[in-house]
């Protein structure tokens, strides 16, 4: 598989997939017009990538704002990588997040709590460039 890149849009986020290194990277503000138009072709790109690849996984999110419905594809990429957590493919989570922003990280602990996989909420923020 290629590596895959998203520029990221007025209201889409940046998205870089390296599948040498396993490393998933989402970054930015996501409130796109249509979520499934963006995030559909994303999703799919992840499920043929976990299976055809026994590549460990990790999603580094850098997520500043999503809207609810870019929230909901979301948790179905954290789903499927649950998935092949559960299938024994080795997969892990970060999610950094600006500590001084209360409601997200509650949200995003929130979230943490759904999932068996490695999962690390860092407080920290890091720019995307920063990566």
């Not at 520029?7 to 040498?20: I, K, L, M, Q, T």
């Amino acid at each position: 598989m290629t590596k895959l890149e998203i520029e990221a849009g007025n209201s889409s986020p940046s998205v870089r997939f390296d599948p040498e290194s396993g490393l998933l990277e989402i970054g930015g503000e996501s409130y796109p017009e249509n979520s499934k138009e963006f995030y559909r072709p994303l999703i799919g790109w992840i499920e043929e990538f976990l299976e055809a690849s026994s590549q460990p996984v990790t999603l580094r999110l850098t997520v500043t704002y999503m809207n609810t419905s870019s929230t909901k594809y979301m948790i179905d990429i954290l789903d499927r990588l649950e998935a092949a957590h559960d299938e024994g493919h080795a997969v892990a989570v970060e999610w950094h997040c600006d500590a001084e922003n209360g409601r997200a990280l509650d949200t995003i602990e929130e979230l943490k709590e759904d999932f068996e996989m490695p999962f690390e909420v860092i407080s920290e923020w890091r720019e995307p460039d920063e990566w």
